[in-house]
Protein backbone atom coordinates (compact mmCIF):
# COMPACT_ATOMS: atom_id res chain seq x y z
CA UNK A 1 0.00 0.00 0.00
CA UNK A 2 1.35 3.66 -1.13
CA UNK A 3 -1.80 5.52 -1.36
CA UNK A 4 -2.79 8.66 0.17
CA UNK A 5 -6.79 7.47 -0.76
CA UNK A 6 -8.62 6.05 2.29
CA UNK A 7 -9.42 2.25 1.10
CA UNK A 8 -12.19 0.35 2.36
CA UNK A 9 -13.01 -3.53 2.33
CA UNK A 10 -15.18 -4.73 -0.41
CA UNK A 11 -17.22 -6.77 2.04
CA UNK A 12 -18.43 -3.32 3.21
CA UNK A 13 -20.39 -2.78 0.36
CA UNK A 14 -21.99 0.64 0.40
CA UNK A 15 -22.23 0.93 3.84
CA UNK A 16 -20.47 3.63 5.60
CA UNK A 17 -20.20 2.17 9.05
CA UNK A 18 -16.65 0.17 8.22
CA UNK A 19 -12.94 0.39 8.72
CA UNK A 20 -11.32 2.35 6.29
CA UNK A 21 -6.89 1.88 5.75
CA UNK A 22 -4.28 4.04 3.58
CA UNK A 23 0.08 4.13 3.81
CA UNK A 24 1.10 7.12 4.55
CA UNK A 25 4.07 8.28 5.05
CA UNK A 26 5.51 4.98 6.18
CA UNK A 27 2.97 4.10 8.26
CA UNK A 28 -0.72 2.70 8.15
CA UNK A 29 -3.40 4.23 9.00
CA UNK A 30 -7.05 3.52 10.31
CA UNK A 31 -10.08 4.91 11.05
CA UNK A 32 -13.71 4.37 11.29
CA UNK A 33 -15.61 5.90 8.38
CA UNK A 34 -18.24 7.56 10.45
CA UNK A 35 -15.67 8.92 12.93
CA UNK A 36 -13.11 10.19 10.49
CA UNK A 37 -11.50 12.57 12.76
CA UNK A 38 -10.05 9.43 14.76
CA UNK A 39 -7.70 8.10 13.24
CA UNK A 40 -5.02 5.53 14.49
CA UNK A 41 -1.52 4.93 13.64
CA UNK A 42 1.03 1.66 13.85
CA UNK A 43 3.52 0.31 11.52
CA UNK A 44 3.17 -1.85 8.44
CA UNK A 45 5.25 -4.87 10.14
CA UNK A 46 2.40 -4.37 13.28
CA UNK A 47 -0.21 -3.90 11.13
CA UNK A 48 0.35 -7.11 9.18
CA UNK A 49 0.76 -8.79 12.68
CA UNK A 50 -2.65 -7.78 13.71
CA UNK A 51 -4.31 -8.73 10.22
CA UNK A 52 -2.62 -12.40 10.91
CA UNK A 53 -3.94 -12.68 14.29
CA UNK A 54 -7.64 -11.50 13.21
CA UNK A 55 -7.51 -13.96 10.43
CA UNK A 56 -6.44 -16.98 12.50
CA UNK A 57 -9.34 -16.22 14.91
CA UNK A 58 -7.29 -14.63 18.09
CA UNK A 59 -9.75 -12.11 19.01
CA UNK A 60 -12.71 -13.91 18.39
CA UNK A 61 -13.19 -14.06 22.36
CA UNK A 62 -13.99 -10.22 22.13
CA UNK A 63 -16.96 -10.35 20.32
CA UNK A 64 -20.26 -10.64 22.24
CA UNK A 65 -22.27 -12.84 19.98
CA UNK A 66 -20.38 -14.91 17.95
Known sequence: MSSPAWQKSSYSGSSN??????AADG???LRES??????VRTTPTKFA????GAKAGEFDHLIANP
Open 17 to 22: ACLEVR
Open 34 to 39: DEGEVI
Open 49 to 52: NFLQ
Open 27 to 29: VVE
